[in-house]
Structure formats: C-alpha cells, structure tokens
C-alpha cells in the first residue's frame, strides 16, 4: 500500500475528519483543553499539583488531568463534579483509545489506582510515547460519555525534580560585597537521561530568602550553573526544576537549598595598597629627576631650543663672529645681491622719476591730468596691489586707504590751505574732479583727522651724509624740510607727487601710511631698506644712488606732501645708525628712532640674504674697508 | 519567551552552521581529477556523536517552525491539536514501537535502518511544506527559514546515517531513497485558509514527532556503543 504518498482525495478525507474531530474537539475539550492549553502555551505558568487537579465543582464529570512522570507510565484523574451521585467507585469508568492506523476499540482502564481516588494508572506496557492516546470518562449505568481528551504521552510529561542541589562557593569580590556560587545538581532518577530516553533542560531559580519574587534563569541542559552577583551577608534560596526539552512541561521543584556567605571586612587589605601606592609614587618621582639630570642635555635641547646663530647662505658663521671683515667684504661684494640691474628691475624703482626737466605745470588740468594718470595707474595700481604679490617687498602698507587720496590731495589748487588736514579736506573735495573709479574708495575710506602735526613730516628717515668726522662719525645734514615747505611746494610738486608715492611708499611712517592713505607701507623699520612701491613704470635712476649722493641737491630727497602749520622739528641726531650698505658702499642710515614701525614682513625678502650689519656705530675699521 | 527561544536556537544554528559543513564530507574523497586521496576520516564515535547533534538540532527547530506556525496562523481553540500530536502522519504505515522497554530490545540494525527510513521519508514533505508556506501570505521569515534550514540538514543526516550504517553494519545502502515520494503539493489557486492551515499543521506536528523518534533511537544507540550494560538493562 502506497504508505508515504498521500493522494489529494486522501488528503480531503482526512481534511474533511479533522474538522470534525475538530468540531468534538471543541464541544467536548474545551473546558479540559483550557487547563492543557494554560500548560502548554503558557510557559511562565507553574501549575502546582493541587491547583491543577482541583476539580471544578461547577462542571459535570470530568477529567482533571493526565501526567507522566519518567515517559514510561502515566495516570489521569477525574472528578465526579456536582454529579454527587457519581462519587461512589465504580460509578464512572475510564475507557481509551490508542489512534494508531487502526481506530482500535475502547478499552477500560488497566488499573484504578486502589489508593487514590479517581485515578487510573497506566503502567509501561501500555504506555506508548509518539502515540495518541484518547480517553474518555464514561458512566456505564447510563451510557453517557461526560468527558474525553486525546493526548500523547510525551506532551503530559513533567519530569520529577532534580536532587542533590549543592552549592560552591566560587569567588568573593575584592569589595567584599558580593559573591559568585556555582550550583549543581543531579538529574531526577526516574529520568532515563543515559539511555536519551529524556532530554532534560533544566531551569535554576534563586531569591533573597522570604522574598515575594524568584530570580529565573536561563534554561541549562548541564547539570550545573553559576550564579553571579549575590550580595553577602544575605541569605538565597535556591531552586531548580527541569523540563524535557522541545517541551513545555516544568516538573516540580526541587527543594530550596539556603545560600549565606558572611561579609569579610576587608580592611586591612586596603592598608597595603595605600602603602605601595605611596612608594611606587614616590619611585616614580625619583626616577623622574634622575631621569631629568641625566639627560639634561637632551632635555634642554628639545625643550629649549637654541636660538639659530646668524646664517648667511654661502658664509661661514664664524667669519661673522671673529669680526675678519675683509673676507667678508669680499664674499659680500661677490655676491649678486646689490647688482645694480638689481634695483633695475624693481618697478617702484622705476617710478621714482625725478622729472627734473620738465616744468613744473601750473596748468591745473595737466597736473590734474598728469595726477589723473598717475592716480589712475596708482589707483590701478592700488586696485592691482591687492592683488599683486609683493615679490619680495616689504609691504608694511595699510591696504585699506587707497592712494587716489593722496593724489587728490596733492592738486596744486588745493594745497596749502589752512585745513586741519590739508589732505584730508582737498581729498573730499577734489574727488569729484577726478571722477575716477576710486571715487568711492575715496570716500568711504574714513579720513583721519590729524590731531596734531605728524611728526613724520619732519622726520629724517635717512640723513644726508654731509661729511665724515675725523674720529669717524658720520655728521648728516639736518632736516630742510621745516624751513619752507609752502615755498617749495610749487616748485616740486610734481617730485612731490612723485615722491610722495615714493615716499609713501618707501619712507613714511605708519601715521604717514593713514593719514596719507596709501598703500605704501609704514614707517621703516631697522632693517628696512627699500620700502614697497606701487608698481609704476618710472623709469629713473637709481633710487638709492641719487638720494644719498646727492647732497647739494636742492632736490628733497624725501617728499613732504604738505606743510604741517606747527612743524615740530624732531631731533637730528649727528649720529645716525647705519642700516645697511648698499651695492655702491653707500650708507644706508637709520632714522632715529621715533617711530618703532615693525613691518610685518622682513625687508629683506626683496633683498636676499642681506647681511645683518651689527647695530651700531662704525668702527674705523669697519668704515675703512667702506669707502670706495 | 518563544522569541527569545527562537533567537536562541537560530543563533545556535547559524553558529553551528560552518561545523555542520566541514562534517558533510563524503568518505568517498576525490579530488578534482577524479582519484581517490586520502580522507579526512573521524572515528564512528565522534561521527555518532555528530548525527546525534544533528538530531537534536532539527528536533528543535521543528519543534520552535511547529511554535511558530502554531501561533501565526493556527486559532487558539486548535491548538489542543498538538497536543494530540497529530492525527494523520504519513510514517505511520511501518511500524515503530512506542515502550521503552519494546525500544530497547530493538537491535541496533534496525535502529538505524528506522532512523534512516524516517528521514527519507520527511525529505519530499518538508520540500511541499516549503513550498505551502511560501504561499501564507504573512509567513513569517524565520519560519520559512527553518524550514529550509531543516530540509538541508536532514540531507546531511541521511548521509551519516548512511556512513554510519556502512561501518556499524558493514552494510552498504546503494539508494538513498526508499520511499516513493508522491506528496504532491496542491495547486490549488486559493487553497481555504483552514484546511491548509490544518494540514500544514498536522505535517508540522507529524515531523517534530519523527524527529523526536530519530533523536532517541540515535541516542539510544550512543547508549549502546558506549556502556551495553546500562541500556539494555531495565
């Protein structure tokens, strides 16, 4: 017969009989099915054996439940209910049925338990697992079936408990607070767990000793777990069930077994570790400043860095240091660094155009045009200067004021009014004259009121060297400039504007750079040579060889745009510190030091590796090997 | 609760999952050219031991698809259905006896070969049953999965019973398959929910309880190797 294939028809049939076993299921199981279906699909539930098997005195004859204990027998229960009259023995009868492939008859119950009541036992030979049993609870008298319930033997198995709980201690914390004990327990003997007849797993529960709450864990197919995390000077109950596994029937209890582990005080464990945290403290230090003195001189390599002896690229240092200057002046005039075609390629160089031959233009219109163009070629220039790098100019410049200003202010028309600020009043009014495209830069660059006459006008940032002193000072000529500023103000205006570029540019100070609002950079520094320019196509001369060399030139070397009303005269010191030495051994001098202007930028970036001469004054034989 | 057994033994099945791979290793080793290398071979214990691991493993996830099953799509009422552990099982037809005492006089022979027998016959129902569920429409993923899981590895406990009977019985098993397999799976279009759900139902009860069968016999065999006296002995 096809055993293993089931053919739809079949599979109806079948179908067709489980709704209506289904149907009887229902009628009939249902109030016993509640108590399985509490058993089964809830797994939380313990149904402790007297709830479990107390009739419901509401109910007719019924059965109250069916156990296994070892997989090999099993018993059920009945209860007579409000049926009084039934209670007698005898009165109701237990039949069932083994489904197997054969509906097989109805047979009474094997054994009625003689000592208790309303129990039948199955013993092992009619025990079948994998099998479904029915049973059904029938008074024979009146041939009535009051209860029936199907089941299979492995589904009402609740093992017996475990035995043989004990519990060892397995560490205490370093606080001594806590503990951590491991349990252990032997499976239940009816339980054939050797042969694999069941698969227990088993469930440990524990609390804290009259507690109204179990602490449940994780199931365990071992026969012993640890617990963790039990505080000390209290006392547990510990208790374990079991359950075959794949199944859902916990067994009983087993009995608690108390748990105490008394409170250490550990006190004098604390005491040691202070001491050797205070020893190994006091090693560290020690160790540290042994550490510090021997290698001092590392550490003070790296955390105080020398400072870098002057260097000059392609010199040695000590040459610079024992003071053999004569090689130095060799080396140094070897070196490319004050060619003269040097100076030739700057631009602000160029601009510097003594525009000597020309007259002096009154003619408004052409000193304006003439301004016009320069301050349009300045104020490109200004706008361009942003932009343009510096290419190794200083630019210690305010790039915020931009130069249109200063041209606007140097129209002839407009000098030499007795403003407050010259510049500042003829800048307003001569923008609209302009009418360039730095009209609006103009006027909203913020003009600042000179409060008082800028001491830069009067300064000498570079002395004319009138003549050397046999002692060997260099004795400057004082400053022209105070005597008649107005005077020679026609006369050289256009120098003027020339120059006041150049001098805006070059040899102004800060307030200079503000007031004039150039973009030329401030006052020079100590080491600033050459100052920055706006870029103009000048073409001209030496910047530096006509303003040291000439001496008798009426020529004003520096500019002063304007005549201050109250000149105050800095001083003019005989003695000026040489700045530096050009390319013709000329002297490049200090100003005095009025104006403490520190560019941000190094002069000597457009003139590479220019020697630091040492401040002060020159030697004899230093001046010696200068002249030419 | 059930989730959290299901989490745990996918868990474990996924973790066991690169063992149970490396023990698929056929004896009959070749390598790419066809000739036979030498194998890597395990003793019958620890191949024992494994079949049984394996037993256990399907029986439990049968047992959590049957939970699964149960509670997506079975009506509360049926459940007791389970309880009555099944009412029509295809195996039912050879007979294995339900006492422990007629399970121990079983000879060891006949363990294996019932044991080889119940997992041919489950490999074509569980391949229907995954075909069905597929077509539940809020099956859920975990039980799609297990079966499949399941499926698989009964291959692989086919083949170690297989092993096992070639070196315990010295018998050779030319066939895998015994059975006719003619469980169809319907085609019908909209099958009704009830029918279905039932028949799925009882399959899935029907295979727990043979996987609970092919479990025991395995560890009662393992009994058997390992101490005669205490098995037998009852």
């Known amino acids: 017969m096809n055993t293993c294939g089931i053919d739809p028809a079949h599979l109806r049939n079948r179908a067709t009989e489980i709704k209506r076993e289904t149907a009887e299921a229902m009628a009939y199981s249902l109030s016993l099915g509640l108590l399985y279906l509490g058993l089964l699909c809830g797994n939380g539930l313990v149904s402790a054996r007297s709830e479990l098997f107390t009739p419901d005195p509401s109910r007719g004859p019924h059965f ?157 197919s071992g026969t012993q777990q640890s617990i963790y995390g039990l505080h000390t000077d209290k006392e547990y109950e510990v208790r374990v069930r079991c359950k075959m596994s794949a199944f859902d029937n916990f067994g009983e209890f087993s009995d608690s077994i108390l748990v105490h582990v008394a409170q250490i005080p550990s006190k004098e464990s604390t005491f040691p570790t202070m001491l050797v945290l205070i020893f190994g403290v006091i090693g560290l230090v020690i160790l540290l400043v ?70 002096p233009e009154k003619n408004e219109s052409s000193d304006t045009q003439h301004r016009l163009g320069l301050s349009r070629s300045g104020s490109s220039h200004v706008l361009n200067f942003k932009s343009d790098d510096d290419s190794g100019r200083a630019s210690c410049y305010d790039p915020e004021i931009p130069n249109p200003e200063d041209l606007a202010s140097l129209l002839p028309g407009h000098s030499g009014r007795g403003d407050n600020h010259p510049l500042v009043s003829r800048s307003i009014s001569s923008i609209p004259d302009l009418g360039v495209q730095q009209t609006s830069e103009v006027e909203e660059t913020p003009i600042q009121t000179q409060p008082a006459v800028p001491s830069w006008v009067n300064m000498d940032f570079y002395a004319q060297v009138s003549d050397f002193t046999p002692a060997g000072g260099v004795v400057l000529s004082p400053g022209q400039l105070n005597s008649s500023p107005e005077k020679k103000k026609e006369e050289e205006n256009e120098k003027k504007i020339q120059f006041q570029l150049v001098s805006d540019g070059a040899y102004t100070s800060e307030n200079t750079a503000r007031q004039l609002s150039t973009e030329v950079p401030p006052s020079p520094g100590p080491e600033q040579g050459y100052q920055t320019f706006p870029t103009q196509a000048v073409e001209g001369n030496l910047w530096n060889g006509e303003y040291l060399v000439s001496t008798s030139d009426s020529q004003i070397p520096y500019l002063l745009p304007e005549a201050p009303p109250a000149p105050i005269l800095p001083p003019v010191s005989d003695y000026t510190v040489v700045q530096e030495v050009d390319a013709q051994h000329s002297l490049l001098l200090n100003p005095p030091s009025l104006q403490p202007a520190i560019c941000p930028h190094s002069p000597n970036k457009h003139l590479p590796a220019m020697p630091t001469m040492p401040m002060g004054y020159l030697t004899p034989d230093l001046l010696g090997n200068l002249t030419p | 609760m059930n989730r959290v057994k299901v989490l745990q033994a996918w868990l474990w099945c996924v973790s066991l999952w690169p063992c149970w791979l490396s023990h698929a290793v056929p004896l009959d080793c070749k390598d790419e050219t066809g000739s036979l290398i030498q194998c890597t071979s395990i003793s019958q214990e620890k191949l024992l031991d494994r079949v049984i691991q394996h037993a256990e493993l399907i029986y439990r996830v049968s047992e959590e698809s049957c939970t699964l099953f149960e509670q997506m799509f079975v009506p509360y009422p049926l459940h007791a259905l389970r309880n009555q552990g099944g009412t029509m099982c295809h195996t039912k037809p050879f007979p294995i006896p339900g006492s422990k005492s007629e399970i121990q006089q079983i000879s060891d022979k006949w363990l294996l070969h019932s044991v080889l027998m119940l997992v041919q016959s489950w490999m074509e129902p569980l391949i229907y049953l995954q075909t069905t569920l597929n077509r539940y429409d809020d099956a859920p993923d975990t039980l799609l999965n297990k079966t499949k899981w399941v499926s698989d590895k009964l291959l692989s406990l086919e083949q170690g019973v297989v092993v096992l009977i070639r070196k315990m019985l010295d018998e050779g098993i030319l066939t895998p398959s015994i059975f006719e397999h003619t469980l169809t799976p319907y085609d019908e279009p909209s099958p009704e929910i009830p029918e279905s759900v039932l028949r799925d139902y009882n399959l899935l009860i029907c295979f727990k309880k043979d996987a609970h069968k092919m479990e025991t016999f395995l560890k009662l065999l393992k009994c058997r190797q390992s101490n005669k006296l205490s098995c037998l002995s009852y």
């Open chain 1, 64 to 220: 109250t439940g069916c156990r296994s204990r070892e997989q090999e027998t099993f018993r059920c229960w009945w209860s007579a209910g409000i049926f009084q009259n039934l209670t007698e023995p005898g009165a109701l009868r237990v039949f069932y049925q083994t489904k197997n492939a054969l509906l097989s008859e109805w047979q009474e119950c094997p054994d009625y338990t003689h000592t208790v009541k309303n129990e039948c036992y199955f013993n092992k030979t009619f025990t079948h697992i994998w099998t479904s049993y029915c049973i059904q609870l029938r008074s024979v008298r009146e041939n009535i079936t009051y209860d029936e319930t199907c089941f299979t033997v492995e589904n009402i198995v609740h093992p017996d408990p475990p035995i043989g709980l004990n519990w060892t201690l397995l560490n205490v914390s370093r606080s001594g607070l806590h503990f951590d004990i491991l349990v252990r327990w032997a499976p239940p003997p009816s339980a054939d767990v050797q042969m694999g007849w069941m698969s227990l797993v088993y469930q440990v529960q524990y609390r804290v000793r009259n507690a109204s709450h179990w602490e449940m864990l994780d199931l365990e």
């Open chain 1, 290 to 359: 042994l550490l510090i003195f021997s290698q001092q001189q590392r550490l003070m390599v790296i955390f105080l860095p020398p400072i870098p002896a002057p260097k000059i690229k392609g010199i040695d240092p000590e040459l610079l240091k024992n003071g053999k200057l004569d090689q130095l002046n060799s080396l140094l005039s070897s070196q490319d660094m004050y060619k003269p075609d040097f100076y030739h390629e700057d631009p602000w160089v160029e601009f510097i155009q003594l525009d000597l031959d020309d007259p």
